[in-house]
């Protein structure tokens, strides 16, 4: 169990991203983007990009609520969804309906075309929306690799019990302890859901040399015994250092976000993330030239697995 620092020191704390005001994404989803490469690049890489959707509650509607086709090359996009349902289908093939505890793991890669809307059935009921999506870079060498679609189910995802009733943690990706998350990445990286108990003091080993974010969605923690993390803020850790300490005053949802950074320049514009001016431009010469397919028509919401 990772649970002590190997005789580390701690990763420090460089910055607490906070007050990230909530814009839509489409109709659908009303995000605060807490971590975003253009300001943070190097601090969160191999990561891009935070969007945290609601929690909110939306009435029941037979509307397709959500964003209408859209193009994406050179990243990944990783939806964790904790309350509600999501559908998505792209270009590529790739397609599912996600609800509470699943995860789509889309690939763009090279390109792909994709939409995302409110599951019908949920729509139709209404209800609380809650969903995390995070971009993930991919390093050079992989950016014009073919798209892929990992669709993950939450009773895929192995859930290592904390020591001393501290909690749980899902492993979405990379590894804690014993277990391994579903999740195929391009370069290392742990995406660990924590579920925190109420006044515990938390010891997680994080690899020498990753990157960390701490992001908070439910609840308080402090990090290191004295910066307090409070909802829909984001705390990022120094690269140096093996392990980060938590304390956590309530029940707290967060996720630890690690992986090994990918030191090459970033140049992104919209949906599309390179690593140069050219390569964007190429990009949206692609996009306008169909290349990065196109999605049937939409019809309704039963053609749609
Ligand atoms: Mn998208």
């Known amino acids: 169990m990772p649970t002590n620092g190997a005789g580390k020191p701690a990763k420090k704390l460089i910055s607490i991203q906070r007050n990230a005001a909530q814009h839509w994404v489409g109709d659908g989803f009303p995000v605060r983007t807490l971590l975003a490469y253009p300001e943070l690049g190097s601090l969160i890489s191999p990561f891009l990009l935070l969007d945290y959707a609601g929690p909110i ?16 090359r050179g990243f990944e996009t990783v939806t964790i969804v904790y309350a509600g349902e999501v559908e998505h289908r792209d270009s590529s093939g790739g397609g599912g309906r996600i609800g509470p505890g699943d995860v789509q793991w889309m690939t763009a890669a090279s390109g792909v075309v994709h939409e995302e809307f409110h599951g019908r059935d949920f729509a139709r009921r ?16 992989d950016k014009m690799s073919p798209p892929r679609y990992q669709n993950i189910l939450n009773n895929q995802i192995p859930i290592a019990s904390l020591p001393n009733g501290q909690g749980s943690v899902r492993v979405i990706a990379g590894e804690f302890g014993r277990f391994t998350g579903p999740a195929r990445t391009f370069t290392p990286i742990h995406v660990w859901d924590l579920q925190l108990a109420s006044e515990q003091r938390i010891d997680l080993a994080v690899p020498d040399g ?3 974010t701490l992001v908070v969605l439910k609840g308080t923690v402090r990090v290191n015994g004295c910066e307090t993390i409070g909802v829909a803020e984001a705390g990022l850790f120094d690269r140096a250092g093996g392990h980060i300490c938590i304390d956590s005053a309530h029940d707290a ?11 090459e320049p970033i140049v992104g514009s919209g949906p599309f993330v390179m690593n140069n001016a050219e390569e964007i431009r190429q990009a949206i010469a692609d996009y306008q030239g169909g290349k990065m397919g196109h999605l049937s028509p939409r019809g309704t919401y039963s053609e749609i697995p």
């Open 57 to 72: 509650e939306f009435p029941p509607t037979e509307k397709h609520l959500g964003v209408a086709e859209h193009p994406h």
């Open 253 to 263: 949802t967060a996720l630890l976000l690690c992986g090994e950074p990918i030191d």
């Open 210 to 212: 990753y990157n960390a």
């Open 126 to 141: 209404g209800g609380i929306l809650e969903m995390v999506q995070l971009w993930v870079n991919l390093p050079a060498r």
